[in-house]
């Protein structure tokens, strides 16, 4: 089973948290899914058996770089400015990251 993160539970992961759920089974994928809401992050899971929801304040360094190491990739749904510490963990424990920004 693979592990994905997803940063960010807001309007733009709506999409691709559906998306990762439908295909999950098949693909094998269990999606965390973390938000400063954990409510926020629960309501996206839609009690999916392959999801789990989380609450990550990403300022809070311990937590975001223990759920990044036990992500197989990082999702980053944040706005840009907020990717960096995130990129730079995922550089640290080798793990692939994708973000939606351009």
Known sequence: MRTILIIGAGRSASSL???????????????????????LAKSKT???PNAT???????????????????????????????IEIAKDCLQFKKHLVTASY
């Open 46 to 48: 839609n009690n999916h």
């Open 17 to 39: 948290i559906k998306y990762l759920l439908n295909k999950s089974e098949a693909e094998q994928l269990q999606l965390v899914i973390a938000d400063l809401s954990f409510e």
């Open 53 to 83: 929801p989380i609450q990550l304040d990403i300022s809070d360094i311990e937590h975001r770089q223990k759920e990044i190491q036990k992500a197989t990739i990082v999702i980053s749904m944040l706005p840009a400015y907020l990717h």
